[in-house]
């Protein structure tokens, strides 16, 4: 029998220092460097439809949204995520080097791909969970039509909300599922 090989665990300035010069994301979980992987057709229409809702949802107000280039560092457990879309109700506080991590998202989406949901769904729920701004957390299943959204209830509890029809944010956003959803064959 042949042993394979552990991958490396990274420190968080390693990391930093790859992620500076890389030309590719890398998220960064309990130490170890992992790739993001370009997204199938699907999976961008939803993300580009729930960045759209969500500006249109804000209109001229206090918040501010933004796509899958911001990186997110969850300051308690020290790791570091590149979330579908991201949302701000608050300035944005920014670490790091660049490329500069937001540390105080308030919501963040992420569609889900068949191979990567346990993963999303567990350690990344988790995780997320952790960081004291976010209020929501969204999952957008990219084979199927259905949300799951994750919402604080207070520092240590959250929910898991129904949103067949619509995502009703805690700041008081909402978004169609229907508008998530739109020009894709699901």
């Known amino acids: 029998m042949v042993a394979l090989p552990q991958p490396s665990k990274f420190t968080e300035r390693e990391y930093l220092a790859l992620e500076a010069?890389?030309?590719?994301?890398?998220?960064?979980?309990?130490?170890?460097?992992?790739?993001?992987?370009?997204?199938?057709?699907?999976?961008?229409l939803i993300a580009g439809n729930a960045l759209y809702e969500l500006r249109r949802a804000i209109g001229d107000g206090p918040c501010e949204v933004v796509g899958s280039d911001q990186r997110v560092k969850l300051d308690a457990s020290r790791d570091y995520f590149y979330p579908d879309v991201t949302l701000l109700s608050e300035?944005?506080?920014?670490?790091?080097?660049?490329?500069?991590?937001?540390?105080?998202?308030?919501?963040?989406?992420?569609?889900?791909?068949?191979?990567?949901?346990?993963?999303?769904l567990g350690t990344k729920l988790e995780l997320?969970?952790?960081?004291?701004?976010?209020?929501?957390?969204?999952?957008?299943?990219?084979?199927?039509?259905?949300?799951?959204?994750?919402?604080?209830?207070?520092?240590a509890r959250w929910t898991n909300v129904a949103s067949h029809d619509t995502v009703r944010f805690h700041n008081g956003l909402a978004v169609e599922v229907d508008d998530l959803y739109r020009r894709t064959e699901l």
């Open 91 to 120: 300035p944005p506080v920014l670490a790091d080097a660049p490329p500069r991590a937001l540390t105080n998202p308030t919501a963040v989406v992420e569609v889900l791909s068949p191979s990567m949901a346990a993963y999303d």
């Open 128 to 155: 997320y969970q952790q960081l004291v701004s976010l209020t929501d957390i969204v999952f957008i299943a990219s084979d199927r039509r259905q949300v799951m959204h994750y919402q604080r209830l207070d520092a």
């Open 21 to 44: 010069a890389a030309e590719t994301k890398h998220e960064f979980v309990h130490g170890y460097i992992i790739a993001m992987a370009g997204a199938d057709l699907v999976h961008n």
